[in-house]
């Protein structure tokens, strides 16, 4: 429960019982470890602290807001809308002298340092495992060591960031922790640094975890999904999942199929690769809203078409998974299910599945990349659309109703963005040039 957000809100609409409900909700939540007496004064705290921030002057604090919430525009949830809020988020940072920045695309990035390429990857830990620490970390940890692979690069340390709310037992932390830890662990990679704090301090209450894990890895070469080109075949993995594939199995009461996520094979037949130096143009991990978002950037970022075998990929889905995801009617295209995506020459594609099969995980051919823009499915019915969703499949029952919901119009929603987008750039510029501006001239 945000308490400050709560009492801005009561502020704004002048709501005379503000600080009489201030209370029940501490009382409510901290139940027996907080007398009333107390609540009430945490809720006088709250409300001058609020009062205080309420309209602050001057132009830092300046913020017109959109009209556009994240969940009205998908912010979060791996469909258009995301995937357009990250374009704009490319546009904010500007241009860089990065090799791999945002504007690729790619869920890590790269810089050229002492004669080689420095690759960094963060990846905030699902957000509905925070009643489940130990499979946010492990799940996590997995999904930030793949982007550092997929880059073609070796990880060699791990760092992470973890918030948890002030009435969060501090086993949740140590939980978290092992998680990402049993992971590193496994693959030799070290949890080397990082924060621990609360979320909003004290003014959220409750226990909900979150945070990130990040890692850092060295490489020679790279295989940004830049470089995907006509003639190239694609490769994919197994795949069991990860955050996504548990947060469903768990909301929807298959717990069993959890045990199917806990692996590391997508880190074993990565890094199997790395000690060799087959030709492979792009690696990406099959995550942002399933195949069928990784598969619109991949396009959109290389300037080519992607043609993919159904029957083909089906088959590489765990099949536990698969039968899940077919009961509950879940898109499995739609969905991460941890798998490996390979672009590359044909003549490197029997020795990628050798080495990949070395490794005990199963591979196959699933499609090619030709001239052109945009994806195509082919199944045993012909070819059907492998648009992304405005969403990612969705595989929680709150996500089946919320996609049941109003929508609003993208188009209108858009245009609110950009301008958000414009605002935010305009202001960081200002910023910028008023501190160089401060700085002493040189003699």
């Known amino acids: 429960m945000d308490l400050e957000g709560f009492a801005k809100r009561g502020l704004s609409r002048g709501d ?57 525009f998908g912010v979060g949830s791996r469909g258009l809308g995301d995937f357009y809020a990250h374009e704009k988020i490319a546009e904010v940072i500007g241009e860089t002298d990065a090799v791999v920045d945002s504007r690729q695309l790619d869920d890590s990035g790269a810089v050229e340092a002492g004669g080689k390429y420095l690759v960094l990857s963060v990846d905030g830990m699902h957000s509905r495992l925070s009643d489940y620490p130990f499979l946010a970390g492990f799940h996590v940890t997995r999904a930030t060591l793949r982007d550092i692979l997929v880059m073609r690069a070796r990880p ?87 955050g996504t594939v548990c947060a469903a199995a768990l909301y929807y009461g298959w717990h069993d ?79 991460s299910i941890d ?35 945009g994806v195509e499915l082919h199944t045993r019915d012909g070819i059907k659309d492998f648009e992304p969703r405005f969403r990612e499949s969705a595989y929680t029952p709150i996500k089946k109703v919320v996609d049941d919901g109003p929508v609003r119009d993208f188009s209108e929603m858009k245009e609110k963005v950009d301008l958000a987008a414009e605002m935010a750039i305009a202001k960081k510029r200002r910023f910028v040039e008023r501190i160089w501006g401060e700085r002493p001239k040189s003699p």
């Open 156 to 242: 060699v340390a791990m760092f992470s960031d973890i918030h948890l709310a002030d009435d969060g037992d501090v086993s949740r932390l140590f939980d978290h922790l092992a998680g990402i830890a049993a992971v590193g662990e496994l693959t030799r990679v070290p949890l080397i640094t990082g924060s621990t704090l609360r979320i909003g301090g004290d003014m959220v209450i409750g226990n909900r975890l979150t945070g990130c894990v990040g890692a850092v890895g060295v490489s020679d070469l790279l295989s940004p999904r830049k470089d995907a080109a006509p003639g190239d075949v694609i490769l994919m993995t197994e795949g069991a999942g990860g």
């Open 16 to 72: 005379p019982d503000l600080e009489e409900k201030l209370v029940d909700l501490i009382v409510e939540v901290k139940e027996e470890r907080i007398k009333r007496a107390h609540a009430e004064r945490l809720a006088r705290a709250v409300l001058e602290e609020a009062r205080a921030t309420l309209n602050p002057e001057g132009d830092v604090f300046e913020l017109s807001d959109s009209g556009v919430t994240m969940g009205d």
């Open 339 to 373: 798998a490996l995506l390979i672009i590359a020459p044909p003549s490197s594609a029997e020795e990628i599945m050798e080495v990949i099969r070395s490794t005990g995980v199963e591979i196959d051919r699933i499609g090619r990349v030709e001239e052109g823009s």
């Open 257 to 335: 199929v959890v045990d199917e996520t806990i692996n590391v094979k997508f880190l074993e037949a990565a890094s199997a690769l790395l000690k060799t130096d087959i030709e492979i143009h792009a690696m990406t991990d099959v995550t942002n809203g399933g195949i069928r978002g990784d598969a619109k950037e991949i396009s959109k970022t290389a300037g080519v078409k992607l043609v993919f075998d159904e029957a083909r990929m089906a088959r590489l889905v765990n099949r536990r998974v698969l039968e899940m995801l077919e009961a509950l009617k879940i898109d499995y295209l739609g969905v």
